[in-house]
């Protein structure tokens, strides 16, 4: 009986990069806080593990350039 040939990557959730709150803080330079603040606000979506947050890497790359503004 031949191999069964395995579907090349699942879709959805598990292609997704999840980021600790610490690590976002880092990425934006910003306190751990202000990310706590973004998140229980809407701003910035997250989904919880146990106590934690965890955020998808592309959502803060989404609200990093929604953040631009033009100040000249």
């Not at 880092?26 to 973004?38: F, G, Q």
Request: hydrophobic share 40%; no cysteine; glycine share 6%.
């Amino acid at each position: 009986m031949p191999a069964k040939k395995q579907d090349p990557e699942p879709q959805g959730v598990a292609q997704v990069q999840f980021l600790t709150v610490a690590e976002v803080a880092t990425m934006m330079r910003v306190s751990k806080m202000t990310v706590y603040r973004l998140v229980h606000n809407g701003e910035l979506p997250a989904v919880r593990v146990g106590k934690s947050f965890r955020v998808p890497e592309k959502a803060v790359h989404s609200y990093l350039e929604g953040a631009y503004f033009d100040a000249g």
